[in-house]
């Protein structure tokens, strides 16, 4: 697996021809590193979850959404293709914003995808839901009540369940949109530490909307503004020295606003790691005082 | 007026409505079970036993063939119309359709809605004629999934609206295919089209104008599914307004078993979607 082709995107269009036409992405070109994890940020409606979803697809399920450009797969392509899509969309999974069971059991939830794309023993699909399951640090909860419905569970072991379901079809690639938007923070940092221990293993391509999610997580970030691509770098150059005026705006504004919200959650921040992140948390927080 | 008279005299009308609904309810539920129930419970033998030869006229025998009539009729019509309208409520709210064509379907699916039951009834009659045919049960079937099909599909497709749109991108996001994805979409739905099958099956069980032209006014047997057949509603429609008391009195008791049969559809579909309303995306937890 450690050899997986990045994706690449050349000139990606996406056009919404509903009541009016909007252009959710305007030209988009822009390399993903493999193992690594990209974030994309940007403000509301500048397109971040349609380029994630025009990566595997997924957009195509809404009706009215045109495309052009393409998507590069490794040496394959991901528009372009003779593969049926559902084949594509098992080696880029795609993790809902929305925690989300499948209506059935917490351990059907984790082996429909396998179910569905191979045959399986029993022994080896219970292997299968341990191993995903303990990958999302979620089996510790739920061993003793694997028969339980998948939507008894909390929120955030849900959020951990969908990541599970995803990793069991053994993609290359996890898209997963703001994942912990819809949790409340500690779910959140459990489900951030689950990112950082995949990212070992899968490239992950994720949209959130906290600046200090990108800069706790994200080896390269990647900022969309209406559409169009502002700047893609590695986290460090992007946050500490950005190239572009509009990410600049984007950083001191914006991130401001992130660190005042969260400044109430102060507890978690001696689990920081990163003294980036901390040098640039005092900051803020010193500016309201 | 000032404002909050205006909203008190509002709250008793809601309120009134709501007691008026409740008691028409009651009192029909009531009287039929009471005045059926009379019949009914002193004599249970007239529901298992063949009509006589002379049943419309002395009620000799019991109202067998319209118990089994209905059942006959009812049963498969609901499953076919199940499977029309479960695939129909799946392409209105998959990619398998674009949005102006489900929005020219549901039209289609409103005027079939709001036909009254007899112009099927006429409708099926006039393909009886057409190929040659006599009254006869299998018609009757075809009526009945007729008229059930919309009301179904309806019933459905409000069920699979109400399901998640992230529960469809979770199961493509795996890589399921749209039939896949389809089927997990319909177990999300499943309390509300579990209770828009039971709905269908209890105004198919219940309606006598599609079945008056198409499986008859039969008395006996039905031997058949070419045989002319008939089924509770019909039965009691044709005996009510009969001048023998022996013959009326039948016709209460049929009331009596359609309604106790209604009332055992609608519980049986509340239990069946609180089961499944557990596994339903934000369902109920236990």
């Not at chain 2, 009379?38 to 118990?67: C, E, I, K, N, Q």
């Not at chain 2, 499943?190 to 039969?218: N, Y």
């Amino acid at each position: 697996m450690s050899n997986q082709p990045a994706l690449r995107t050349e000139n990606l269009e996406v056009t919404y021809t509903g009541n009016r036409k909007v252009t959710a992405l305007d030209g988009v070109s822009v390399d993903f590193a493999e193992n690594a994890l990209t974030a994309i940020i940007g403000p509301s409606g500048c397109g971040k979850s349609t380029l994630l979803k025009s990566l595997n697809r997924l957009h195509e399920i809404q009706p009215n959404a045109e495309i052009a450009g393409e998507v590069h797969f490794g040496d394959q392509t991901v528009y372009d293709t003779d593969d049926p899509l559902p084949e594509i969309r098992r080696r880029i999974g795609y993790v809902p914003q929305t925690p989300t069971p499948l209506p059935m059991s917490i351990y059907n939830n984790v082996a429909y995808g396998a179910k569905i794309h191979g045959d399986y023993s029993r022994e080896e699909l219970d292997d299968l839901v341990e191993t995903c399951l303990r990958k999302v640090n979620l089996w510790d909860e739920v061993e003793d009540r694997l028969d339980d419905p998948g939507a008894a569970l909390s929120t955030g072991q849900i959020q951990r369940l969908c990541l599970a379901r995803s990793l069991a079809v053994e993609p290359e690639i996890l898209l997963c949109d703001e994942v912990t938007s819809a949790l409340d923070p500690i779910s959140a940092e459990q489900v951030e530490e689950t990112l950082e221990s995949l990212k070992e293993e899968y490239t992950i391509i994720m949209v959130t909307h906290s600046m200090d999610q990108a800069r706790r997580l994200a080896d390269d970030v990647v900022f969309l503004y209406l559409g169009e691509l502002v700047e893609a770098n590695d986290a460090r150059t992007f946050f500490e020295n950005p190239q572009a005026d509009r990410t600049k705006e984007f950083i001191s504004g914006h991130g401001a606003s992130t660190y005042l919200e969260k400044s109430s959650d102060e507890s978690d921040s001696e689990t920081q790691t990163d003294e980036q992140v901390d040098g640039s948390r005092d900051r803020p927080t010193a500016v309201e005082q | 007026m000032d404002r909050y008279t205006e909203q008190r005299l509002f709250g008793l009308l809601a309120r009134a409505s709501a007691a008026l609904i409740v008691g028409v309810l009651a009192l029909v539920v009531g009287v039929t079970l009471f005045r059926g129930g009379r019949v009914f419970l002193t004599d249970p033998a007239v529901a298992v036993t063949p009509p006589g030869s002379r049943y419309m006229l002395d009620g000799g025998g019991g109202f067998l063939h319209a118990v089994l009539g209905s059942l006959f009729i009812v049963v498969p019509a609901t499953v076919i119309a199940m499977v029309l309208s479960l695939s129909t409520a799946i392409y209105l709210q998959s990619d398998y359709s674009s949005e102006r064509t489900s929005e020219v379907i549901n039209m289609f699916l409103n005027v079939l809605w709001g036909t009254p039951p007899i112009v099927y009834g006429v409708f099926v009659l006039t393909v009886i004629i057409a190929v040659g045919a006599q009254t006869s049960l299998i018609f009757g079937v075809i009526a009945i999934a007729i008229f059930q099909y919309p009301i179904m599909t309806r019933y459905a497709d409000e069920a699979l609206k109400a399901a998640p749109d992230t529960v469809k991108e979770a199961s493509y996001g795996v890589g399921a295919t749209r039939f896949e994805t389809a089927r997990v979409t319909v177990r999300a739905a499943l309390p509300g089209v579990i209770a828009g099958i039971i709905m269908g099956f209890a105004r198919g069980i219940g309606d006598a104008a599609t079945v008056l032209f198409t499986a008859g006014r039969s008395t006996q047997m039905p031997g058949g599914p070419f045989d002319p057949a008939t089924t509770l509603p019909i039965l009691i429609f044709e005996q009510a307004a009969s001048f023998n008391a022996e013959v009326r009195s039948h016709a209460y008791a049929a009331s009596f078993v359609l309604i106790v049969a209604v009332l055992a559809l609608i519980v049986a579909s509340k239990l069946l979607a609180g089961r499944y309303a557990r596994f339903a995306p934000g369902g109920r937890h236990s």
